[in-house]
């Protein structure tokens, strides 16, 4: 199953979640099940065209719904529609070399009952914009922790990442660690310095 075809650019958002992401799971379903413990729900929300479209992956297999379940996700992924050609474009590189590197990256991090224990204690919102030098305007988007939309008093911050340090990350050149002390952190510094030592204490070393 080739990740490349289901970023082609004829692939809308509404054939990439409920047609190409159960058949691509299924190739790497062994993967997800040594790499998680858990079962995990994911949501991705286009503010632009009202779509939502929840995926549940576990060692059985992806579940998808084209709206919100009933289990929280761990991650909702708030967005526009519009950019999803240019996501595309920009994620085939990227697709292309993480598969290259499918068992290191797998073996890099694994989310365990512990990790998602301290995860689900976050109610955090935050704001990302990737930057590419030959486009407009960046393509922008809010990662919503532990709910369906942004919590009432909610802690927030931002910050604007470069897509060749995110296609330096895929292809094993830079660290994620490298790469997040180079980034310029806006809104509430203590809580994305408290959510990045949470997460540096559940990765091997």
């Not at 890099?108 to 305007?137: C, H, M, P, Q, Y």
């Amino acid at each position: 199953m080739d990740l490349l075809d289901a970023l082609a650019d004829d692939v809308s958002l509404e054939e990439f979640f409920l047609s190409w992401a159960p058949k691509l799971f299924a190739a790497r379903r062994e993967d997800f099940a040594k790499a998680s413990e858990i079962d995990l729900v994911l949501c991705f929300k286009f503010q632009d065209t009202d779509e939502v479209y929840s995926l549940e992956m576990s060692a059985g297999g992806l579940v998808v719904e084209d709206d919100e379940m009933i289990d929280f996700p761990a991650i909702t992924l708030l967005g526009w529609a519009k950019f999803w050609p240019r996501v595309k474009r920009s994620l085939r590189p990227i697709a292309r070399a993480l598969d290259e590197r499918r068992s290191e990256v797998r073996d890099s991090f694994r989310l365990t009952e512990a990790f998602f224990a301290d995860w689900e204690k976050f109610d955090v919102v935050i704001d990302i914009d990737v930057r590419d030098e030959g486009a407009a305007e960046p393509v922008t988007f809010s990662v919503i922790l532990n709910d369906y939309d942004v919590p009432s008093g909610g802690r927030r911050f931002g910050f604007s990442i470069p897509l060749d340090a995110l296609e330096a990350m895929a292809n094993g050149t830079r660290t994620p660690e490298n790469v997040a002390k180079s980034l310029k952190i806006s809104g509430d510094v203590r809580v994305a310095a408290t959510l990045g030592g949470m997460i540096l204490s559940h990765t091997p070393s």
